[in-house]
């Protein structure tokens, strides 16, 4: 049973780039949510997908936006970087109807803007 | 508003010796609990989490974690630190929007 796959798994951009980042959830899953981790600090919500829709959203700028598709992997894509969108981005997948909630993440894809 | 801080960015503790991460939290609404470990360069596993019911709570590679709702506390521990346990610790609560609220992170050191 596959976990969460993200790819790619680091990445080098320049400031002003464009750059997606992808996301396979778990098998049986169908919510993907991302997290931003900058060094050193906890992960941040960025927003979360059901059913191709965006449900929520944190506190990110519209140069962040995302798709869900219909076999409900996940594109997350940054506009316009700047150096302070060098982070380890995290994919979470989990199931829209869990009481519990519980996110099963990604390793993470390590972006680097220079 | 709901939040969560963990006490003590860093935490060292010798090879066999007690392990206590501590974790408060800032909720509403009665909390779900989560602390979840991640090793250098990947992602989140989760630990342990609490729901609702019994209050304290076993998780994965020996750590248990006790919810106090009168501290509004939610403290990590092991009994006996084993090298393999080396990796930063967060603890985090679920939000009404099924979301996760994380704390700043714990970085566990284990001394030989």
């Known amino acids: 049973d596959a976990g969460v796959t993200q790819s790619p798994t680091h990445l080098i951009k320049t400031r002003g780039q464009q750059v997606t980042l992808r996301c396979s959830p778990k098998s049986g899953h169908d919510t993907v949510s991302w997290y931003q981790q900058a060094l050193g600090q906890g992960p941040q919500f960025i927003f979360q997908y059901y059913e191709e829709e965006e449900r929520q959203r944190g506190n990110f700028p519209d140069r962040f936006s995302g798709h869900q598709f219909p076999n409900y992997s996940s594109e997350l894509n940054v506009n316009a970087l700047l150096l302070g969108d060098s982070a380890l981005y995290l994919c979470?997948?989990?199931?829209?109807?869990?009481?519990?909630?519980?996110?099963?993440f990604g390793e993470g894809s390590r972006l680097t803007v220079l | 508003a709901q939040s969560v801080t963990q006490l003590g960015s860093h935490v060292s503790v010798s090879e066999g010796a007690l392990v206590l991460l501590r974790c408060n939290y800032s909720?509403?609404?009665?909390?779900?609990l989560f602390w979840y470990v991640q090793y250098p360069n990947q992602g989140l596993q989760l630990l342990l989490k609490?729901?609702?019911?019994?209050?304290l709570v076993k998780g994965i590679n020996g750590f248990e974690a006790e919810f106090k709702k009168s501290e509004t506390s939610f403290h990590l521990t092991k009994p006996s630190a084993h090298m393999s346990d080396a990796a930063e610790y967060f603890c985090?609560?679920?939000?009404?929007?099924?979301?996760?609220?994380f704390g700043s992170g714990t970085q566990l050191t284990v001394l030989p």
């Open positions: 985090a609560l679920l939000r009404s929007a099924r979301q996760l609220t």
């Open positions: 609490y729901t609702t019911g019994a209050t």
């Open positions: 909720s509403s609404v009665p909390p779900y």
């Open positions: 979470a997948s989990s199931l829209w109807g869990s009481r519990t909630g519980e996110l099963f």
